[in-house]
């Protein structure tokens, strides 16, 4: 079957990555505090095996075994609690404790106050939930890095992959229809009026806070940033490097309590006020407000977008060529423009097309190029033109046309085994408790440590 040979801890670990929304499945009644395992010192909740099975149901599986679903839970888990004992990995549990808060003012951002936010995702207070989003983030982080860890040499030769295509083609899924697309974003350019007017209202909100005003409440006011305008701008626990390099040299410039000259990042302009620098470690609050492009300077950018189309389609430039020295997205610049797939490769199903994208693309063939449109890509107003580089219409997958993707399928199983062989090690020396619920469950692994008949 071809669930043999998909990875069981994937699905364990990458499950877990799904937002706190997850929480909202819960029912008034339903239990929550049930201990389904117990795995050295990390529990799983009966209510997280609940969870992930409702979760990859709506996202179309069909599988129902709760065993299975338990089974890659406490798969997660063993690695999470070998992982915290591993010194090779870094313990990242204030800067989770710190990204948990960031990612609560976030989420609260999107709601009119914290009451109706609570209320939306089904939590009794703001600790409770951030407790939730730190505990997923932690188990992800320490599952992962164990998990690359145990199997970052695993590699397979051409003989493999053929082999493993050989024995299990018939199980294969087939191909749907996909395209490759290239594009060129450009991010608007503001006016220098524009630019000046955003600086302008930045040295008067420093020059309220000289006055008497706080900081905090003047980027509670102000601040365009969402991650951080609810908690008064603050960062806490930033690393060096963390932050774009505009607003780290800025405040590692400053002395403590000292609040900056604007400053022009990726993100827009912000002031900045150094709060405390201890070795590799500060904390800072600032007030962004945001490079937002007006109707014009994206008509403006458009046109540009446009003329380089023009460029292109005369043969006077190549695609790649342009994409090289006008694209502003730097994950596809300097790779032809080639947008990656959710896989990793340069194919991208049709069908997961965004629908504005989708509507850009409607009627084009292989070659053609869209004029220029405007889209946003994390929160930040983008021009784009596209290029249709190739239409792979759906088809049974052979060697010939997908081996990166069979090489890549055998990889996972490789290191596959290569997690199972590790947690079978360290089965004998784990404390491993499993809920009498379960006592049915025929799991992969010897959970129970049953005695082997001879």
């Known amino acids: 079957m071809i669930n043999r040979i998909r990875i069981t801890f994937l699905l364990g670990v990458f499950v877990m990555l799904f937002s706190v929304q997850a929480k909202a499945q819960l029912k008034p009644g339903q239990l929550v505090d049930g201990i389904a395992a117990v795995i050295g010192d990390e529990i799983v909740l009966e209510s997280d095996v ?23 839970l406490i798969n997660n888990k063993l690695l999470v609690y070998e992982a915290k004992k591993d010194t090779m990995i ?27 936010m609570l209320a939306a995702y089904k939590f009794r207070n703001g600790y409770e939930m951030k407790n939730a989003i730190e505990k997923i983030d932690t188990d992800t982080y320490y599952g992962q890095s164990k998990y690359q860890r145990i199997t970052e040499k695993a590699d397979v030769t051409p003989n493999e992959v053929t082999d493993f295509y050989n024995l299990y083609k018939m199980q294969l899924p087939e191909v749907k229809d996909e395209v490759t697309l290239a594009q ?18 930045l040295k008067k909100i420093k020059e309220d806070i000289k006055n008497g005003e706080t900081f905090e409440s003047q980027a509670r006011i102000y601040s365009e940033d969402e991650g951080s305008a609810a908690n008064g701008g603050l ?25 900056s000259d604007p400053v022009e990042s990726e993100f827009g302009y912000h002031i900045i006020q150094l709060i405390k620098k201890s070795g590799k470690m500060y904390d800072a609050r600032h007030i962004l407000l945001k490079a937002t492009p007006t109707e014009d ?12 189309r023009g460029l292109i389609l005369a043969e006077k430039m190549t695609f790649k060529d342009a994409a090289f020295r006008f694209s502003d997205d730097k994950r596809t610049k300097f790779n032809a423009g080639i947008i990656p797939g959710a896989d990793g490769s340069d194919k991208i199903e049709r069908e997961s097309i965004p629908g504005s994208i989708s509507y850009e693309l409607a009627g084009l063939n292989k070659g053609d190029i869209t004029t220029a449109f405007d889209d946003e890509d994390n929160r930040r107003k983008v021009v784009k033109i596209i290029k249709i580089e190739e239409v792979i219409p759906s088809h049974q997958i052979t060697l010939e046309t997908d081996y990166d993707r069979i090489k890549q399928m055998a990889l996972n199983k490789k290191k596959n085994e290569m997690i199972e062989k590790f947690v079978n090690s360290k089965l004998p020396t784990t404390f491993i408790s499993i809920d009498g619920r379960y006592d049915n469950c025929n799991f992969k692994a010897n959970w129970k440590k049953e005695s082997v008949k001879k």
């Open 235 to 259: 960062y806490k626990n930033i690393a060096k490097g963390q932050m774009v390099k505009p607003f780290e040299a800025a405040a590692l410039n400053l002395q403590e309590g000292e609040i």
């Open 90 to 116: 870094e313990n990242r549990s204030a800067a989770i404790k710190e990204q948990a808060d960031a990612k609560y003012r976030q989420l609260l951002s999107q709601f009119p106050d914290e009451k109706t």
């Open 50 to 72: 609940d969870e992930q099975m409702n979760y990859a149901k709506q996202q179309g599986a069909s599988n129902t075994d709760k065993c299975e679903f338990l089974e890659n």
């Open 184 to 201: 060129i974003m450009m991010y608007p350019k503001l006016t220098e009026a524009h630019k000046q007017d955003l600086i302008n209202r």
């Open 297 to 308: 300077e994206v008509k403006t950018a458009k046109a540009k977008l446009d003329s380089i």
